[in-house]
T-cell receptor, first 113, second 111 residues
Framework: GAVVSQHPSRVICKSGTSVKIECRSLDFQATTMFWYRQFPKQSLMLMAT?????????EQGVEKDKFLINHASLTLSTLTVTSAHPEDSSFYIC?????????FGPGTRLTVL | SQQGEEDPQALSIQEGENATMNCSYKTSINNLQWYRQNSGRGLVHLIL?????REKHSGRLRVTLDTSKKSSSLLITASRAADTASYFC???????????FGSGTRLQVQP
């Protein structure tokens, strides 16, 4: 199967700090990964498309300087939430594309105090 | 917003009954997928239907797709308490691999 992991699964941080979330494809290589955000009782919204070896493509309204994405290898993409605020508290889910399918990670719950 | 709409937003049924959820979307698609999410958890892929398909079955799941109406439905037959979850449709648009998710339906199956 195609397995995608995320680390950490939960993180609590103070306002103003930065948090890095990792997304790994464990048994396949993914040139493209996607980052989604889900607020409580809402749907998933695409934040950005992460391409290995190139800059990420951000959706309208998502600040690229606040949500730093690095896709340095074919199995790892990272999302760094910089200078986190309480309104950044959310569930962050990544997915990795293989052929015509996407495989989702288990998500990371971020709580900013 | 390009996000699709789902109805109903919430659905409560008894075990053994069928549950039907509907999804509408806005753009041309390559495929439409249905996912399940238990509270606070990740997504579980249920079924994918391509734009040239009209109906697909998988176990107790039946999905239909009407591209002329830009709509899809998910039917869960003989529901179980364990089917309690949120269900999302997601579309892969033509020329765009990222998925656009619907607003979701929260299904509660009473034992």
């Amino acid at each position: 199967g195609a397995v995608v992991s995320q680390h950490p699964s939960r993180v609590i941080c103070k306002s103003g700090t930065s948090v890095k979330i990792e997304c790994r494809s464990l048994d396949f290589q993914a040139t493209t990964m996607f980052w989604y955000r889900q607020f409580p009782k809402q749907s998933l919204m695409l934040m950005a498309t992460s391409n290995e070896g190139s800059k990420a493509t951000y959706e309208q309204g998502v600040e690229k300087d606040k949500f730093l994405i690095n896709h340095a290898s074919l199995t790892l993409s990272t999302l760094t939430v910089t200078s986190a605020h309480p309104e950044d508290s959310s569930f962050y889910i990544c997915s990795a594309a293989r052929n015509n399918e996407q495989f989702f990670g288990p998500g990371t719950r971020l709580t900013v105090l | 917003s390009q996000q699709g709409e789902e109805d109903p937003q919430a659905l409560s049924i008894q075990e053994g009954e069928n549950a039907t959820m509907n999804c509408s979307y806005k753009t041309s698609i390559n495929n439409l997928q249905w996912y399940r999410q238990n509270s606070g958890r990740g997504l579980v892929h249920l079924i994918l239907i391509r734009s040239n398909e009209r109906e697909k079955h998988s176990g107790r799941l039946r999905v239909t797709l009407d591209t002329s109406k830009k709509s899809s439905s998910l039917l869960i037959t003989a529901s179980r308490a364990a089917d309690t979850a949120s269900y999302f449709c997601a579309t892969e648009g033509t020329g765009r691999r990222a998925l656009t998710f619907g607003s979701g339906t929260r299904l509660q199956v009473q034992p």
